[in-house]
Structure formats: structure tokens, C-alpha cells
């Protein structure tokens, strides 16, 4: 009982820093979100104009990623535990059928996770404590996995992370960054307003890509930020 009356003082300021960084996350989440939504317009407008959209066609396979996004910490209930479980079921699904995975982490619980049982891990990154990820180190880390991509040193990356539902409920999900999944439509297709692609198209749409793919890191970031605050 004087444990705990002891870091009761502690437990509250964390409480009242973790609930300024939840409401952060959730402003930045929302325009991430249209950021996004609007992204996906671009590409869906030049893919079309493009002769291949992957350039790495024919080219011998390596294996994909996997990006784990967990906390820096505990003390935020079975947060740890859920995406943790969901990334070893995912594992072993995926070589069950055979296929190479290469590992990435996000934030220290991630990284001893697998550490203990002896995974390899390709890259790690560490998560802030008391503040949001920055954008300039997502930004790094999506160029990193679009050159390996481009290197063929992977073939494809995907992250897996604790998806916000609401401020008591969240869940475990698997989103694909690279290459992006999304509905492209015919180059006939009527629009209006119709689009004008005045530039290079493959220029254009690897400008966009790389945009599209790093705001899709930091949504996938920014989410688990809000689930973990809010837990």
C-alpha cells in the first residue's frame, strides 16, 4: 500500500501527459487521414498514364517486411501484449506458406520482444516517451524502405500496428505500404472536372508515391500513438 501510495503523483502526471499527446494524436490523425485520401486521388488519376507501375518486375524475390509498431514503455494495459501476439500469429502464417520476412520494429517493446526470441531484426527505431513521433524521422524511414524496395533488397513492407477504434477500444491490423493496393481505373474513364497531366507521368507519380508512402507510415504511427495514449 505505500508502493502505491508512493507513485500515485507519478501515475498522475502520466496520465495528464498521456491524455494531451491522445488528443494530439487524434488532430494529427484526422489530417493524415484527408492528406491520404487526397494522395490516393493522384495516383488513381496517373497511374494509368504509366506503362508499368512496378518497376521491379521479373526481378528475383527477396521477401517482404514487416514493420511492428509498438510502445516505447508499459504501463499501458495490454496494449504491449495485443499487437505483439497479432505479429507473431502473422509470422508464423506467413512462413508457414513459405515466405521470407524481414523485421522492423518501432519502439523499445517491440524490439526486446523479438530480441528474446531470437528474431533478426533488419532495422529498429525507438518511439518518444512523452511526445508524438516527428514527421522528419518518418520521413527517413520511408525513404529507407522505398530505396531498399527499389534495390531489391525487399519486396514490399508492410506495418502492423494497434488501430484506434475509440478511446476504450482498439485492434490489430495489417496495412501494406509498399507497393500500395488501390482501385486504378481505365485511362477512358469519364470525369469532371477531367484531369490535365501536363508533366512527366512516371516523374510525377514517383513524387507522389514516395509522399503517399510516408503519410502512410505516419498514419500507421500516429493510430498506434492514439491507441497507446488513450490505453
Not at 56 to 79: D, M, N, S, W, Y
Not at 84 to 100: C, D, H, V, W
Amino acid at each position: 500500500l505505500e508502493n502505491i501510495e508512493g507513485i500515485e503523483l507519478i501515475l498522475t502526471a502520466l496520465r495528464t501527459i498521456a491524455a494531451a499527446t491522445w488528443r494530439a494524436a487524434l488532430r494529427r490523425l484526422e489530417a493524415a487521414r484527408e492528406y491520404t485520401r487526397q494522395l490516393g486521388e493522384v495516383l488513381t488519376i496517373v497511374a494509368p498514364h504509366l506503362l508499368s507501375l512496378d518497376s521491379r518486375q521479373g526481378k528475383p524475390t527477396a521477401g517482404e517486411a514487416l514493420l511492428v509498431i509498438a510502445a516505447e514503455r508499459g504501463l499501458c494495459g495490454g496494449f504491449n501484449r495485443t499487437v505483439l501476439e497479432a505479429a507473431e500469429r502473422f509470422i508464423a502464417e506467413q512462413r508457414s506458406r513459405g515466405q521470407t520476412l524481414h523485421l522492423l520494429t518501432l519502439g523499445e517493446r517491440a524490439r526486446r520482444h523479438f530480441q528474446r526470441r531470437g528474431e533478426p531484426i533488419l532495422r529498429a527505431e525507438r518511439l518518444p516517451m512523452t511526445a508524438l513521433w516527428p514527421f522528419a524521422r518518418t520521413q527517413a524511414l520511408a525513404q529507407w524502405a522505398l530505396d531498399a524496395y527499389e534495390a531489391g533488397q525487399i519486396d514490399g513492407l508492410q506495418v502492423l500496428y494497434n488501430r484506434y477504434r475509440s478511446a476504450v477500444a482498439y485492434e490489430p491490423v495489417t496495412r501494406r505500404l509498399i507497393p500500395p493496393l488501390m482501385a486504378v481505373g481505365p485511362l477512358g474513364e469519364e470525369v469532371w472536372p477531367p484531369a490535365i497531366v501536363e508533366t512527366d507521368a512516371a516523374q510525377l507519380h514517383a513524387q507522389v508515391m514516395t509522399e503517399f508512402v510516408t503519410v502512410g507510415l505516419y498514419l500507421a504511427v500516429i493510430e498506434s500513438a492514439a491507441s497507446e495514449q488513450a490505453a
